[in-house]
Nanobody, 119 residues
Framework: QVQLVESGGGLVQAGGSLRLSCAASGSIFGLNVMGWYRQAPGKQRELVAVITTGDRTNYADSVQGRFTISRDNAKNTVYMQMNSLKPEDTAVYYC?????????????WGQGTQVTVSS
C-alpha cells in the first residue's frame, strides 16, 4: 500500500502564499507522476499541476505563473508553492501519485488539505 501525508493548507488573505507538501511512503517502487488536484464546493475535482520524475510539469491555465510544483525524489515528496492566491483558489487540495509497474498503473490519493483564500 501507499501512504500519502499532505500538509501546508490553511487560511490566507488574497495575494498571500502557501506551500503544500505531500510525502509518499510504503510500496512506492515505480513511483512516477506526482501532482495536485483541487475540488471546490459544488464543483468537480480538477487538475492543478503535475510533475514527472524527469521534472516535466503541466499546469492548469488558471494557476500558470502563480503556482510552482516541484519534487524531491530522495524524499518521495511533491511540493506546490502557491503565490498571489485568489479567493477562487479556495478548495480542498488533493495530492495524487501514480505507481507504474508495467503493464499497469495505479493512482493513489491523499486525504486532502483545505486551502481558504479570503478577499
Amino acid at each position: 500500500q501507499v501512504q500519502l501525508v499532505e500538509s501546508g493548507g490553511g487560511l490566507v488573505q488574497a495575494g498571500g502564499s502557501l506551500r503544500l507538501s505531500c510525502a509518499a511512503s510504503g510500496s512506492i517502487f515505480g513511483l512516477n507522476v506526482m501532482g495536485w488536484y483541487r475540488q471546490a464546493p459544488g464543483k468537480q475535482r480538477e487538475l492543478v499541476a503535475v510533475i514527472t520524475t524527469g521534472d516535466r510539469t503541466n499546469y492548469a491555465d488558471s494557476v500558470q505563473g502563480r503556482f510552482t510544483i516541484s519534487r524531491d525524489n530522495a524524499k518521495n515528496t511533491v511540493y506546490m508553492q502557491m503565490n498571489s492566491l485568489k479567493p477562487e483558489d479556495t478548495a480542498v487540495y488533493y495530492c495524487k501519485v501514480r505507481i507504474t509497474i508495467l503493464p499497469s498503473s495505479t493512482d493513489y490519493w491523499g486525504q486532502g488539505t483545505q486551502v481558504t483564500v479570503s478577499s
